[in-house]
Structure formats: C-alpha cells, structure tokens
C-alpha cells in the first residue's frame, strides 16, 4: 500500500507542488458554489475547488488537495477534505511553520518511513 503524502504549503511554495498533494490553511475569502478563495498563510490568494456539496463554516480552514493547473494559467487546489479550524488563527505564526517545514527541517515533515513511523521516537 502507498503512502499519502501531502506538503504543507503557502502561496509561494504551491508553484513548486503542480500535481502533488498538499496541505493549505488559510482564511476564507471569497465562496461560492464550487470555488472558494483562501488568503494562504504567505497573504497570497489561492482558489479551491470545493468538495461536492461542502461549505466552510469559519474563517479559517485547512484543506488537503491536489494542486492543478487552470485555463487561465494559475493554479488552484482540489479539495480532498477540509477541516473549520474556528475564527481565531494566526497565520504568521503558521507561515513559519511552512517555511521551516519546506527549509531547514523539511526532513522532519517528509518521507518518513512507515516503520520508523508506527515505532514512534527512539529513546
């Protein structure tokens, strides 16, 4: 069985993940049908396709997807599954997150085998 990977990302590191998984927290901007509109944790804008039939209850969100080209040029995420992670969420905060889980500790946030993984910390 193959392991689900997904990278957290912010609005200038989801140009590197075209056709990957990724994980995307952001503030809600815009809604609507099928489209909705995330301020990414970087302030950069990033549209998602919406899973059939779903609506974000807060204002902030984390969405795991796949990142796709659009006719237009741009990118945007199609949503796996979300989670409402409330009203109150530093984004500042988590964007350091992102750059040190793409940077100097990427180590620790992928590629983990599913061995050292299941035997949790070594003592």
């Known amino acids: 069985m193959e392991q689900f990977q997904a990278v957290r990302v912010n609005?200038?590191?989801?140009?590197?993940?075209?056709d990957q998984n990724v994980i995307?927290?952001?503030k809600v901007t815009e809604t609507?049908?099928?489209y909705s509109t995330l301020q990414?944790?970087?302030g950069a804008p990033i549209?998602?396709?919406m899973s059939a039939g779903n609506a974000y209850n807060s204002a902030y969100?984390?969405?795991?997807?796949?990142?796709?080209?659009?006719?237009?040029?741009?990118?945007?995420?199609d949503e796996f599954i979300s989670r409402d992670l409330g009203d109150?969420?530093?984004?500042?905060?988590?964007?350091?997150?992102?750059?040190?889980?793409?940077?100097r500790f990427a180590h620790l946030f992928r590629d983990v085998?599913?061995?050292a993984a299941a035997a949790g910390p070594q003592q």
């Not at 990142?67 to 990118?75: H, I, K, M, T």
């Not at 988590?94 to 940077?103: I, L």
């Open 11 to 18: 609005g200038a590191i989801l140009p590197s993940q075209t």
């Open 61 to 77: 969100v984390e969405v795991v997807g796949h990142v796709y080209p659009d006719e237009a040029g741009g990118l945007y995420v």
């Open 40 to 42: 990414a944790s970087d």
């Open 24 to 26: 995307l927290i952001g």
């Open 113 to 115: 085998p599913a061995a």
């Open 88 to 103: 109150n969420f530093n984004l500042e905060n988590y964007n350091e997150v992102v750059e040190m889980a793409n940077g």
């Open 32 to 34: 609507g049908p099928e």
């Open 47 to 49: 549209r998602v396709k």
